[in-house]
């Protein structure tokens, strides 16, 4: 077997599947691994190819890591002249354009190595390439993983905390099974999916019932319930002379009788993302000479969306969300002077990131003139509606797009979107599946022209 090419397959799903379901992620992986089956394949790609094929599964740096951390193994072409000097001091070399190979060429064959030497490679993508590549009895610790031992040990403290998390880290290294330590992981993480799962859990049908601690927990409460009597506490073993335990729920969170061992594992508090606007406009020629083209415009190579295309966009305070002149400068900034008259609102996109509440206002500009639609700045396309749709663009610019063509002359607004709704009510929905519906919400047509 290639252990390298192992690695690399596995290294790949377990980076999609962060913040991912495995429904959305299966097609994503396929076209993946189909265009780049190795490493060496993904290290010779660009980086424009890797966000097109990301294009849509969202948390945009994983890609660009996996990238880089495959470039890094692999070795690059440098100008050694212009090497780290901790680099330089260690290499006298043959030719001015040498390839310098950090890693030989080879994965990392350790969790530990493999979290200090990658990017982006964590202590859970780490352990769950080397126990599942290279059979190392390295334990994880993921969402699945975390609800099954919190159940498993009745640890009712916040699950996020550093005391618990260690704790949680711990018995994953005691329980993998040195023998087989990657179908452990991979069973317990299958354990948490599809039987241990957040809500109504399927305990008769688990492997792990009798020595479940929460379900010890349920069945005594239930009893107790029955016999009219007082809740009794936690059942983790409790720190010695501290008063509370760190691992038992803060008595300000009692039992809930009606969720049984879903109790466990604690909710954490998460902090609501912050809100943002924008003023966005689909600046399009329809009769540019070679056919019609739309502008877009790439993003920076760091922060949200890195490196991404979009349509031109300013950021506009929430309480003057309406601000055409900014845009209009920022539209002229890209492509010279635009009549202003044909500047319209044409509704609303509010799409959420994992901190940020964006809410993009959707202007269109339609340029009649037949032009050519070259330019000399840099970052600046203008591409047909079809390679638009294949181009590395955020979800979000999507929907952006949607509203725009929904403006559109000839364009049948209600009767689709009637339609669309209909048959996705019809069908019954498989487990991970998105209803269609939200791909189109939400969007209003406030202050459209």
Same mark, same amino acid.
């Given at each position: 077997?290639?252990?390298?090419?192992?690695?690399?397959?596995?290294?790949?799903?377990?980076?999609?599947?962060? @913040?991912?379901?495995?429904?959305?992620?299966?097609?994503?992986?396929?076209?993946?691994?189909?265009?780049?089956?190795?490493?060496?394949?993904?290290?010779?790609?660009? #980086?424009?190819?890797?966000?097109?094929?990301?294009?849509? #599964?969202?948390?945009?740096?994983?890609?660009? %890591?996996? @990238?880089?951390?495959? %470039?890094?193994?692999?070795?690059?072409?440098?100008?050694?002249?212009?090497?780290?000097?901790?680099?330089?001091?260690? #290499? *006298?070399? +043959?030719?001015?354009?040498?390839?310098?190979? *950090?890693?030989?060429?080879?994965? =990392? %064959?350790?969790?530990? !190595?493999?979290?200090? $030497?990658?990017?982006?490679?964590?202590?859970?993508?780490?352990?769950?390439?080397?126990?599942?590549?290279?059979?190392?009895?390295?334990?994880?610790?993921?969402?699945?993983?975390?609800?099954? $031992?919190?159940?498993?040990?009745?640890?009712?403290?916040?699950?996020?905390?550093?005391?618990?998390?260690?704790?949680?880290?711990?018995?994953?290294?005691?329980?993998?099974?040195?023998?087989?330590?990657?179908?452990?992981?991979?069973?317990?993480?299958?354990?948490?999916?599809?039987?241990?799962?957040?809500?109504?859990?399927?305990?008769?049908?688990?492997?792990?019932?009798?020595?479940?601690?929460?379900? @010890?927990?349920?069945?005594?409460?239930? $009893?107790?319930? /029955?016999?009219?009597?007082?809740?009794?506490?936690?059942?983790?073993?409790?720190? =010695?002379? !501290?008063?509370?335990?760190?691992?038992?729920?803060?008595?300000?969170?009692?039992?809930?009788?009606?969720?049984?061992?879903?109790?466990?594992? %604690?909710?954490?508090?998460?902090?609501?993302?912050?809100? *943002?606007?924008?003023?966005?406009?689909?600046?399009?020629?329809?009769?540019?000479?070679?056919?019609?083209?739309?502008?877009?415009?790439?993003?920076?190579?760091?922060?949200?969306?890195?490196?991404?295309?979009?349509?031109?966009?300013?950021?506009?305070?929430?309480?003057?969300?309406? @601000? =055409?002149?900014?845009?209009?400068?920022?539209?002229?900034?890209?492509?010279? =002077?635009?009549?202003?008259?044909?500047?319209?609102?044409?509704?609303?996109?509010?799409?959420?990131?994992?901190?940020?509440?964006?809410?993009?206002?959707?202007?269109? #500009?339609?340029? *009649?003139?037949?032009?050519?639609? !070259?330019?000399?700045?840099?970052?600046?396309?203008?591409?047909?509606?079809?390679?638009?749709?294949?181009?590395?663009?955020?979800?979000?610019?999507?929907?952006?797009?949607?509203?725009?063509?929904?403006?559109?002359?000839?364009?049948?607004?209600?009767?689709?979107?009637?339609?669309?709704?209909?048959?996705?009510?019809?069908?019954?929905?498989?487990?991970?599946?998105?209803?269609?519906? +939200?791909?189109?919400?939400?969007?209003? /047509?406030?202050?459209?022209?």
């Amino acid at each position: 077997m290639d252990l390298d090419r192992r690695a690399y397959a596995v290294w790949v799903s377990e980076v999609m599947l962060q @913040q991912t379901q495995v429904a959305t992620v299966i097609n994503y992986y396929t076209r993946w691994m189909q265009k780049w089956p190795t490493l060496q394949d993904l290290a010779s790609a660009s #980086l424009e190819e890797v966000n097109q094929l990301w294009a849509g #599964l969202g948390y945009y740096s994983r890609g660009r %890591r996996l @990238q880089e951390g495959a %470039r890094k193994v692999r070795g690059v072409k440098v100008n050694t002249g212009a090497l780290r000097p901790w680099v330089s001091h260690n #290499l *006298e070399p +043959s030719h001015p354009n040498q390839v310098i190979e *950090e890693l030989g060429g080879h994965m =990392p %064959r350790t969790a530990e !190595t493999l979290q200090q $030497l990658l990017p982006g490679v964590g202590r859970y993508t780490a352990g769950a390439i080397a126990s599942i590549a290279f059979g190392q009895a390295a334990g994880v610790v993921d969402g699945n993983v975390v609800r099954v $031992l919190c159940r498993v040990r009745a640890i009712g403290a916040d699950p996020s905390s550093t005391l618990v998390s260690q704790h949680l880290w711990s018995l994953s290294q005691q329980l993998v099974d040195p023998a087989r330590p990657g179908d452990f992981n991979q069973a317990a993480m299958e354990l948490g999916a599809t039987v241990c799962t957040p809500q109504r859990p399927r305990c008769s049908q688990c492997p792990m019932q009798s020595l479940c601690r929460a379900h @010890q927990r349920m069945e005594r409460e239930q $009893l107790l319930a /029955s016999q009219s009597l007082p809740s009794s506490g936690d059942v983790e073993e409790c720190a =010695p002379n !501290t008063g509370q335990c760190q691992l038992c729920a803060p008595p300000t969170e009692p039992w809930d009788q009606t969720l049984g061992v879903a109790n466990f594992p %604690r909710k954490a508090s998460r902090r609501p993302p912050r809100e *943002e606007c924008s003023a966005t406009c689909v600046l399009e020629q329809p009769r540019a000479v070679g056919g019609a083209r739309i502008l877009l415009v790439q993003r920076p190579n760091s922060g949200l969306l890195a490196g991404l295309w979009e349509f031109p966009s300013v950021t506009v305070e929430p309480s003057r969300q309406h @601000q =055409p002149k900014a845009l209009l400068q920022e539209l002229q900034s890209w492509v010279g =002077p635009l009549p202003a008259t044909r500047l319209q609102h044409l509704g609303q996109v509010v799409h959420t990131f994992s901190h940020i509440k964006l809410t993009y206002q959707v202007y269109g #500009l339609t340029l *009649e003139e037949q032009t050519p639609v !070259t330019t000399s700045l840099p970052g600046v396309r203008w591409l047909t509606r079809e390679e638009f749709h294949t181009a590395a663009v955020s979800t979000a610019m999507k929907k952006v797009f949607r509203v725009y063509e929904g403006q559109q002359p000839g364009t049948c607004k209600g009767s689709k979107r009637s339609q669309v709704s209909t048959l996705s009510r019809q069908k019954k929905l498989s487990p991970g599946q998105k209803v269609l519906d +939200s791909f189109f919400q939400p969007y209003t /047509s406030a202050g459209a022209p």
